[in-house]
């Protein structure tokens, strides 16, 4: 397994930005997919944004025009940049990397990734 340890999350006020960052202790450039998912209390993980190793980057609606998914392989990263947050964007934010070259159709799949970080909390209020 290849540890992933999130930093960067914190308390906003709606409206404001977060850039969560994920670091990896291997290289992510044989990763497949990475991608951000959230979990709020008493809810499902929900899938955020997610990059595939081509450079095609996939958000959720809530997520569209407000966050930017990136990666810097030279330094095994993984970013979550989040602006004009909401109180609905408040959860737990976990990073997932699946590695090898086996196709997936949907990096947006919890189910698909072979490695999670422990997750950084967000919150947002108003």
């Known amino acids: 397994q290849m540890p992933l340890v999130e930093s960067g999350g914190g308390s906003v006020q709606v409206g404001g930005s977060l850039r969560l960052s994920c670091a990896a202790s291997e290289s992510i450039y044989n990763t497949y997919c990475m991608a951000w998912f959230r979990q709020a209390p008493g809810k499902g993980r929900e899938g955020v944004a997610s990059?595939?190793?081509?450079?095609?980057?996939t958000y959720s609606d809530s997520a569209k025009g407000r966050f930017t998914i990136s990666k810097d392989n030279g330094k095994n990263t993984l970013y979550l940049q989040m602006n004009n947050m909401k109180p609905e964007d408040t959860a737990q934010y976990y990073c997932?990397?699946?590695?090898?070259?086996?196709?997936?159709?949907?990096?947006?799949?919890?189910?698909?990734?072979?490695?999670w970080g422990q997750g950084t909390q967000v919150t947002v209020s108003s």
């Open positions: 990059v595939r190793f081509t450079g095609a980057t």
């Open positions: 997932a990397a699946r590695r090898g070259r086996e196709f997936v159709s949907s990096c947006m799949n919890p189910d698909i990734y072979t490695d």
